[in-house]
């Protein structure tokens, strides 16, 4: 039983001197030969020395009955969608609609919307029977402006232009 203690503190010491971010593959991973369980255990009892219990589990990697995946630190990435406020978008007899019209996006995305119109336009949150809400709110936006918001949580998200309330847009989140 107290051979363990000292097992695992060798075994913890040999990975995180060979690098930070590093896993043991236990699904690649070899069976253990009988020997090496007899190191472990004559290293825990005192009969062998640290450099042969240390050349151990060299071997054990080397043989791949340890498999060691470097595993770098997940980057987040930074998910991005855009919406095109097209051409004409202003024209209540035209077709103009955001595109996409309804954004399906993953959560924590960062949408942008971009203004292609030749007029101005703004994007305004609202609620399911179309009363603004306060939760992206742009300025107007002139030609070429944009406007970007992350999405954190999941849900369907309604907007429209308050300049011109027929254009009504959605954002899915999921
Ligand atoms: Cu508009």
Redesign the pocket.
């Known amino acids: 039983m107290e051979r363990m203690p000292k097992m695992i503190s060798v075994l913890i010491l040999v990975f995180s001197i060979s690098l930070v971010s590093i896993t043991v593959n236990f699904a690649s991973a070899q069976a253990v030969p009988e020997w090496v369980k007899n190191t472990a255990l004559w290293y825990g009892e005192g009969t062998i020395s640290e450099g042969e219990f240390l050349n151990m589990i060299k071997f054990l990697i080397e043989n791949k009955v340890i498999v060691l995946d470097s595993v770098m630190e997940p980057v987040p990435q930074a998910i991005n969608a855009q919406i095109t406020?097209p051409n004409g978008?202003?024209d209540v007899t035209g077709a103009g609609f955001y595109s996409p019209l309804n954004l399906e996006i993953p959560i924590d995305t960062t949408v942008t919307w971009v203004n292609d119109?030749s007029?101005?336009?703004?994007i305004q949150s609202t609620d399911g029977k179309g009363h603004v809400i306060q939760l992206f709110n742009s300025p107007p936006l002139n030609t070429g402006d944009k406007f970007e918001f992350t999405f954190e949580e999941s849900g369907v998200y309604n907007y429209?232009?308050?300049?011109?309330?027929w254009?009504v847009g959605l954002v899915t989140v999921s």
């Not at 007029?119 to 703004?122: E, G, I, K, L, T």
């Open positions: 406020i978008n202003y119109d007029v101005p336009h703004n429209y232009c308050s300049f011109h309330p254009r």
